[in-house]
């Protein structure tokens, strides 16, 4: 369904491409299909992507910036790497401290592919606001 949902998006030839939890209910497999569609769509047609989650996996492999919400309100935003590696608000840190209780995956790099995901990822730990 996500895939075709994307292809519908893709059909007027956006600049931006709006992903609203992208990969919720899907099994491992095909979310690891649904990133790297994204990823590849991204880079092919110069696209900017907005993404929307709750998964900081799946915002650590899609997005160059960040912008974390608490009530409807921005927590803290910048670049993703460096907010998720040295979160300034207390609030970014509990929450990368839940995800970083459960198993994330692992990026690996495919010749002349860039990096792809590749692994499980299990988000298990709540988050106590």
Not at 63 to 72: A, F, N, P, S
Request: proline letters at 4%; aromatic letters at 4%.
């Amino acid at each position: 369904m996500q895939r075709v949902a994307i292809a519908r998006a893709l059909s007027v030839e956006p600049d931006v491409l709006y992903a609203d939890e992208p990969t919720s209910a899907l099994d491992v497999s095909v979310q690891a299909q649904v990133i790297n569609l994204l990823l590849d769509l991204r880079r092919s047609l110069n696209l900017t992507l907005v993404v929307v989650s709750h998964d900081l996996a799946v915002v650590s492999r899609l997005c160059e910036q960040i912008v974390v919400l608490k009530d409807g309100q921005i927590a803290e935003a910048g670049p993703t790497a460096e907010v998720l590696q040295d979160p300034a608000s207390d609030y970014t840190a509990k929450l990368i401290g839940a995800a970083r209780a459960v198993n994330l995956e692992r990026f690996q790099q495919t010749p002349g592919r860039g990096h792809r995901w590749t692994e499980e990822v299990r988000l298990g730990a709540a988050l106590d606001t």
